[in-house]
């Protein structure tokens, strides 16, 4: 089994339309990484090629505020 095509889950794709801002202030980290599927990113996947803090921030700023307020407290 691939452990970089398991686990969470997310769609870059979505977030570029549906996040601009917090697409503008991320994209430049995901430069130098190739996707295959831009709806279908596994963060295990991310994890191996970009920096944990800057991806957690940047999967942190994609939740809606209510559930970002959770990780705060």
Request: aromatic share 14%; proline share 3%.
């Amino acid at each position: 089994m691939d452990f970089l095509r398991n686990g969470v889950i997310f769609n870059i794709k979505a977030i570029k339309e549906q996040s601009p801002t917090v697409w503008n202030k991320y994209k430049d980290y995901f430069n130098d990484i190739e996707l295959e599927n831009e709806e279908e990113v596994y963060l295990n996947y991310l994890s191996d090629k970009m920096d944990g803090k800057v991806l957690f921030n940047f999967l942190t700023e994609c939740l809606p505020s209510e559930m970002r307020a959770k990780l705060k407290e």
